[in-house]
Each structure stands twice: as structure tokens, then as C-alpha cells.
């Protein structure tokens, strides 16, 4: 077991009193595992998300109770110079969007390279160099030079999140949050970086907590999946073939709504296409010429 989260619980001191956020959480990541956590906008999921970081601790305005044991140690407690040793070497997350994550004017290679000498502090330029660009391949790109001298605003979305999970695995963390992490990314691009981040799964033996309302994604490569509404965990269960059959009437509705066009009882099975588009053409006048 790496991660076991008990009875955790988040309010919010508003003006009007005291507003729950999170309402006593339990659940537990084990290694090499992925867990899918899912649910409505504004349930509770990237508060969860930040929780496992420590990442809300500097907002009076939160009040957290509860645990956070990872490896025997209670994260609620640590002070931050105690969780600038966890952040992006023991836990690491991948944000929404990318180009909120990445300072928009240092090159990409120099902020993998700042991110490896945070927690490699004795390594030499040069390794930290090979490092930087062993992560660009490993992340999916060839021409790293290019790549590794680029401001990200010269990068598309998906190369940016691209940097953004080399950045995340350049200290080989054992758990990896990925929040939302293609959600502002087209179908294709959002394919390709959920097939990224389950193949370094398998190459570096991490896990992973997917938070996404991507229901197809994490019934077909989650182990365990949480759905969470208004704050609590409404499910919490293992992840198996047929298994939306067997679930309470509630998480099924939900689950179902989220899969208008699929099978619900074998999300595993590919669909045969049902629209075809060949040779479409548009045209349109634009200051008095075609285009």
C-alpha cells in the first residue's frame, strides 16, 4: 500500500459559516496500480487532488482534518519544507492545462532540467542535460532539440502536456495525479496522452489516479474506480468486466448517463463506426475571393 487516505475531510470558512468540501474520505492506493476517481464538476475530485499534495495548507480559509499516510508517514502534518522532499519526487500531478502550468518565458527544456536538479541536487549539468532529453523521448518527441528550446507558446496543447508529464516523471515519482489532464485537449490528442501515461504506468511500475469524467477511459484501464458527489464517496469498487451490472442503482444511473453510446454491459467491446465521412468540401467568400 502507498497511499492511505482516512476520513479525510476539507471545509470551507465562508462568510456564512462553516461549508463542507470533502466529507471523510477513505480509500487506499496500492503500487503499481491505477485508480480512476470521477464525478460531477464542483463533487470534490480536484480538491482531493490538491489535498494529496498538501497544495491547499497555505488557505486559511480551509480546514482540513482526517489522514494522509504515505509510506507510514501523515502527510496532514508535514510542514512544507517536509513536502517540498515529496512534491514531483514522490508525488507528482499533471494539471489541467498545460500552459497554466508552465512559466511561459524559460524555455521547456530549461524547466525539466530546473525540476531534476530540485531533487538531484549533486548531478552535473551534463546528466541533467541527458536527463532532459531522455524525458522528451521518453514522452514522445524526436526532435528534442526543437522541442527542449521552445517557449511553450510555441507548442501546441498536446506537446504542452507533453512537457508537463516529463516535467512530472523526471524524478521518478511512485504516484503520479493526473487532474483532468486531457480535458482541454481534442479526442485524438486526449487518446494519445491517456496511452502515454498508462505505458510509463508500465515501464516505471508508478501508479496512477486518474480524476476525469472520461467513464469509458477509467472502466477500461482503472483497477479501482471513486465516485464522488457532493463531497463523499457515493462508490468505491473494483474494477471488472460486466461490473456495471452489479452496482447500487444510483452509481449505475450516473455511470450510464456518462455512456450514452455504449455498451453498458461490456465497455471492453469497440463499436462498429456509425458515421462516415469521406471528401467533404466547404467553401466560403471571404473579402471578395474563395476560399
Not at 502507498?2 to 461549508?19: E, F, H, T
Not at 464517496?233 to 450516473?254: E, G, W
Amino acid at each position: 500500500m502507498l497511499l492511505d487516505v482516512k476520513d479525510l475531510s476539507i471545509d470551507y470558512l465562508s462568510p456564512n459559516g462553516r461549508q463542507p468540501i470533502l466529507c471523510k474520505l477513505n480509500f487506499i492506493i496500492n503500487n503499481n496500480s491505477i485508480v480512476g476517481i470521477t464525478g460531477e464538476s464542483g463533487s470534490g475530485k480536484s480538491m482531493t487532488a490538491l489535498s494529496l499534495l498538501g497544495l491547499n495548507n497555505d488557505n486559511l480559509d480551509f480546514d482540513t482534518s482526517g489522514s494522509i499516510f504515505y509510506n507510514g508517514t501523515d502527510l496532514i502534518k508535514c510542514d512544507e519544507k517536509q513536502w517540498a522532499r515529496i512534491r514531483n519526487k514522490k508525488i507528482s500531478i499533471i494539471f489541467q492545462n498545460p500552459d497554466a502550468a508552465l512559466n511561459p518565458v524559460v524555455k521547456c527544456g530549461k524547466q525539466i532540467i530546473e525540476v531534476i536538479k530540485l531533487h538531484q541536487k549533486e548531478l552535473e549539468s551534463k546528466a541533467a542535460h541527458l536527463r532532459m532529453v531522455e524525458l522528451l523521448e521518453k514522452v514522445g518527441f524526436s526532435d528534442t532539440d526543437r522541442i527542449s528550446q521552445s517557449f511553450p507558446h510555441e507548442l501546441s496543447g498536446g506537446q504542452q502536456q507533453r512537457i508537463v508529464i516529463a516535467i512530472a516523471i523526471a524524478n521518478s515519482p511512485e504516484i503520479i495525479i493526473a487532474d483532468e489532464a486531457t480535458s482541454s485537449l481534442d479526442d485524438e490528442t486526449s487518446d494519445e496522452i491517456f496511452d502515454l501515461l498508462i505505458r510509463i504506468k508500465k515501464e516505471t511500475g508508478c501508479s496512477i489516479i486518474f480524476i476525469t469524467h472520461d467513464i469509458k477511459m477509467l472502466l477500461r484501464h482503472s483497477d479501482r474506480i471513486l465516485l464522488i458527489v457532493e463531497g463523499c464517496i457515493l462508490a468505491n469498487f473494483d474494477n471488472k468486466p460486466n461490473i456495471i451490472s452489479n452496482l447500487d442503482s444510483k452509481v449505475k444511473a450516473y455511470i450510464t448517463a456518462e455512456l450514452p453510446q455504449m455498451n453498458h454491459n461490456n465497455v471492453f467491446t469497440d463499436e462498429s463506426n456509425i458515421l462516415e465521412v469521406k471528401s467533404l468540401y466547404k467553401s466560403f467568400l471571404l473579402r471578395g475571393y474563395l476560399k
